[in-house]
């Protein structure tokens, strides 16, 4: 294992990574650093959890200059995740003397423009109040050293491809790009492609699904049956925090609602909430002030809390990828979690499908707890 100390890191944001307790890299961290330190771009395709942060932020903070104007832009599709990236930056440059503001939208924008103020040498951004704050005028970026694009693929999914054209146009050619993404779509790499030069390609694990040092189970049950197991997997779980995924706004308030009036302390996250209700879930659930998270898989990309031991999908996402971003959330940077989906008859295909994706055995719950599947045996074998 390459040591941080070892890769020529300066001894003000050394400090920062030892009081994270930080001595060893992981993989991308060890790959990456020294690439983007030399000025190199670079494409990078890992897997949520292997410290994707600290592998972009350390060569950022190692090249900016306190009150030198805004010198790096990192955008991410999420606000979720725009506040975790700031979180950990904060914490990296506490004695770089290099601060950083977080950029999104649902909060009131006198709040970001006092920040801006004060002066930032990183912005933190999601791509649409980005773009508000440029039309504003309260951002230029003609001083930009750095760009960073996260989760590319979810930008995509989500539609912000030309917002990520047009800010990139904004900035100077002369810059050090990089790009992370969890899967590598053709737009993507068109996008790569023009606004990046030779950039190096550091795909750690691109190809491993298998959601290793996770315990993963699987439960086949009626759909009615799924609240009472829900409280019994919870109830069981000793270890940490639980996070469920549900795959629609209207499931998750069910399941919170009813996980409330079974007196556990929950939060939860989707769609319809104010963006204010949304930090004040994830700020309680971060703390520690509550022991569950019910959230919809939009929410599922900014959530890192080293204590969560237990993820449960109340309902089978309909993509392999979303059910490895979800167990992703327990087993944080090398820890050990587990992961219980809750198979309804009607999604033992899409169950199906994610389990030949898993290169670990997966622990049959119905096998465990004797439960019998009372559908036909051929859906049964498949499983």
């Not at 989707?270 to 700020?283: P, T």
């Not at 080293?306 to 993820?311: F, G, N, S, W």
């Not at 670990?360 to 859906?379: A, R, W, Y």
Request: with cysteine.
């Amino acid at each position: 294992m390459t040591k941080f100390d070892e890769l020529g890191i300066k001894k003000s944001i050394l400090d920062g990574i030892r009081d994270m307790n930080f001595l060893e890299t992981f993989p991308i961290q060890a790959a990456a650093i020294p690439v983007l330190l030399s000025g190199q771009d670079v494409i990078g395709q890992a897997h949520t959890g292997t410290g994707k942060t600290a592998a972009f932020s350390i060569p950022i903070l190692q090249n900016i200059v306190p009150k030198g104007g805004i010198q790096a832009l990192i955008l991410a599709p999420t606000r979720e995740l725009a506040v975790q990236i700031s979180g950990e930056i904060i914490k990296f440059a506490k004695y770089a003397g290099i601060r950083n503001t977080t950029i999104y939208g649902g909060q009131s924008i006198n709040v970001q423009l006092k920040d801006l103020e004060r002066g930032v040498e990183v912005v933190v951004a999601t791509p649409g109040r980005l773009i508000d704050h440029l039309k504003r005028g309260s951002i230029e970026l003609n001083d930009i050293k750095f760009v960073v694009l996260d989760e590319a693929d979810t930008m995509l999914d989500m539609g912000f491809i030309d917002d990520i054209k047009f800010i990139l146009d904004l900035v100077p050619e002369e810059r050090v790009t990089s790009l992370f993404s969890a899967t590598m779509p053709a737009e993507i790499l068109r996008l790569a492609e023009k606004y990046m030069k030779n950039p190096q390609q550091i795909f750690i694990d691109s190809d491993d699904l298998s959601g290793e040092g996770i315990d993963q189970a699987f439960l086949v049950i009626r759909d009615r049956e799924k609240m009472n197991f829900l409280i019994k997997f919870i109830k069981e779980n000793r270890n940490g925090q639980t996070i469920v995924f549900c795959s629609t706004k209207d499931r998750t308030r069910l399941v919170a609602h009813e996980l409330s009036k079974a007196n556990f302390n929950i939060v939860s996250i989707q769609g319809d909430m104010s963006q204010f209700r949304r930090d004040k879930s994830m700020y309680l659930f971060k703390k520690g002030k509550a022991d569950v998270l019910v959230a919809t898989d939009v929410a599922a990309r900014g959530i890192d809390v080293p204590e969560v031991a237990l993820v449960i999908n109340y309902d089978v996402p309909n993509q392999d990828l979303v059910y490895f971003h979800r167990i992703g959330r327990t087993a944080r940077a090398g820890g050990k979690g587990r992961a219980i989906t809750l198979v309804s008859y009607s999604s033992i295909g899409d169950f199906r499908a994610i389990a030949a994706q898993t290169k670990v055995k997966m622990t049959d719950l119905n096998k465990v707890l004797g439960i019998e599947i009372k559908i036909p045996d051929s859906l049964k074998r498949e499983v």
